[in-house]
């Protein structure tokens, strides 16, 4: 409020080095600060505009935020400021939209624009730039609300209602989730409204929970004709040059849910005396390029999508199920082409000569990672119990060397808990319990990472680009914030040098048997870039690896087909290879999927969202164990320990105070009772909403919280640099 106060004084003619300097900002504070300024300027609740005029008294800005409100019988757009002013009436803003602007503004559109008075209380708007475009169509609940028909969007981000207008489609009823698309009204009207285009489903009815995660990204569903046209002549490919690998009984190894198997390995000890105690394993790969050619139809489609979506229930495939589920799933007892990566292992786990082949396979087993490691712990079943000896001991064999390169290079292990949903028979979650991990499953990783890194060395050495998975090492001012909050806790990370993943493998370390360590582990991770995929050769830091790319899952992700189809051509292996791509058309395709890679999990994370919503809804008024998982100026962030759920306790459920937001420890401190708020804190919380609509959770605090010192005896803790406002109102913050 402060920091709105004071920047709109000033007609927004004002630096961020000025606000710093005003506020006293510094250090980790300064991230704070900027993305602050960027929301508020989102919100249209400030405007820096440098060499604005000071508007008069009862005036709008000659700059400001408005939002299209209506659009008049002529086609004219008639606008409402974002931000409160404090004009006597409701200003009268009329667009005046010319040619060379660009497409004419919708309703809901919010844009910076200039005005020009031209009576007492009105103006005309001319476009600056186009700050947030309205959604064209809106995913909502249709509900009954003082006898209108309302659409509740189902997106947190929106919170307003629209008006349902025009005739209703047939057959729908309050409770349905529907899709609608915003529509101009002429005169002035209430709210936002929209016409229903689609039924989509009943809010009571599981099944569309992943519908809606989905539809409400835009991620593509259903197949067009010609793809499926296409997949439907697809057959496999003959033996010819490939190689015959029908004998060696490689077995495929992936959970119990798995609903494709797209990779199958196996292992031997390496009986040539230059690799003494080392190992020859086959990493084989479904051979997607033989069936998806560039330019095609099916490879459009999988490009566009980028990659598989996978829900609790429901999976998204990339390719058509003709290809996911039959001719590239390496099904036990099943001729499947496959392109397989030998790998020659020393003792160290260091990779000395790998080779790429196009073959013909027959997966000799379908294993879970339960069935390998309860073998591996000396209880196999009868399916297992014939591999052990000749197969699943090689496989730990190959693992224990891959083990101790990894543990030389001194990754970053940040192992994040998942939650499994767990279903009945009507579709309805029974139960949401932990994601059990053994090493069964670090068995599969190291052999796939192995697998990458050859690949991504093969093409290196051949001077051949490919799209790579690039994650690149925290930046400076990451690296300041996390060091300011780490101090905190009594833990040093060294200025200067190299930055390397050990370093921070130590921390978790040090942190290990500290209460605090929950807290350390998440500062850490979230200190982390986000991986992308790019041509360009910057290696993985969070794996230490100096090359690195995707090629163990062409299945479900489109940079491994391409990895594939360059392999191939570079090789000479057949058909289906491609070397035709730019480094700038790589460039492109590896934000798509980079962009589509994120659109995924956030899909995955609503729809998980939802079913734990829907899941506590009917528990309105019981008490959890969590964790406090994050801590905002607008509460806290609460991690159930149940079900691993995530809720909000807001400002104004923590018990009566004035909390100061200090950012670098990440408490929530009371000014008057010295009550603090840390993240990691273990509390009792009282479920108070569970909206499945958006797939919401609130909390009240019910137990939590350490006893610090009181306003007299203030810690020396860093304090947020807002001051109070005058007013003392009752839990205003």
Known sequence: RQLVEFINDREGA???????????????????????????????????????????PGRLPSVT??????????????????????????????????????????????????????????YEARVIRLLAAAPRQILALYVKEGGKDVLRPIDRKMRSDYEAVSPLLKDIRVGDYVAAVPVAASGRPGGKQAKIVERLGRLDDPRVIPQIAARSREIPIEFAADVLRETDKLTPPALGNRTDLRQVPLVTID?????????????????????????????????????????????????????????????????PERLSNDLCSLRPNEDRACLAADLWIDRNGKIKRYEFRRAIMRSAARLTYEQVQKARDGAPDDAIAPLYRSVIAPLYGAFKALKKARERRGTLDLDLPERNILFDEDGEVAEIVPRQRFDSHRLIEELMIAANCAAAEALQNASQPTV??????????ALESLRESLAAFGIRLAKGGVIRPSMFAGILAQAQESQHAPLIHNLVLRSQTQAYYAPADLGHFGLALRRYCHFTSPIRRYADLIVHRRLIATFDLGEGGDVNDSIEGLRDVGEHISNTERRAASAERDALDRYTTRYLADRIG?????????????????????????????????P??????????????????????????????RLTEAD?????????????????????????????????PPSRRKRTR
């Open 14 to 56: 004002v630096s961020r080095r000025e606000i710093a300097q005003a506020f006293k900002i510094k250090g980790a504070d300064r991230t704070w600060l900027r993305e602050t300024l960027r929301a508020l300027t989102d919100d249209g609740l400030i405007n820096r505009q440098r060499g604005r005029r000071v508007a008069a």
């Open 65 to 122: 935020v408005i939002e299209v409100a209506f659009l008049n019988e002529d086609g004219e757009a008639y606008c409402r400021p974002v931000a409160e002013h404090d004009a006597d009436a409701p200003a009268t803003i009329r667009l005046v939209h010319g040619r060379g602007a660009g497409p004419a503004p919708g309703v809901g559109d919010r844009i910076l624009a200039r005005l020009r008075r031209t009576e007492s209380n009105e």
């Open 255 to 319: 959970g119990a849910d798995a609903r494709d198997f797209d990779d199958a390995v196996w292992a031997e000890a390496d009986t040539d005396p230059k690799n003494p105690d080392g190992w020859h394993a086959i990493v084989a790969i479904a051979d997607v390029a033989w069936y998806v050619r560039p330019g095609s139809p099916l490879d459009r489609s999988a490009r566009e999508r980028g990659n598989s979506v996978y829900f609790p229930n429901w999976v998204i495939p990339m390719l």
């Open 468 to 477: 790579r998975r690039l994650h690149d090492a925290p930046d400076a001012e």
């Open 622 to 654: 019981a008490t959890f164990p969590g964790r406090v998982s994050g801590v905002t100026r607008a509460g806290l962030f609460v991690q159930l320990d149940e079900t691993g759920a995530d809720g909000l306790v807001p400002m104004q459920a923590l």
């Open 656 to 685: 009566d105070d004035w909390y100061n937001h200090d950012q670098v420890r990440h408490q929530l401190v009371g000014e008057r009772t010295g009550l603090t708020f840390s993240m990691s804190d273990p509390v009792i919380v």
């Open 692 to 724: 499945q609509a958006t797939g919401r959770l609130n909390f009240d605090i019910v137990e939590g919280g350490t006893q610090g010192k009181t306003r007299k005896g203030r810690t020396p803790a860093r304090r947020s640099k807002l001051k109070r």
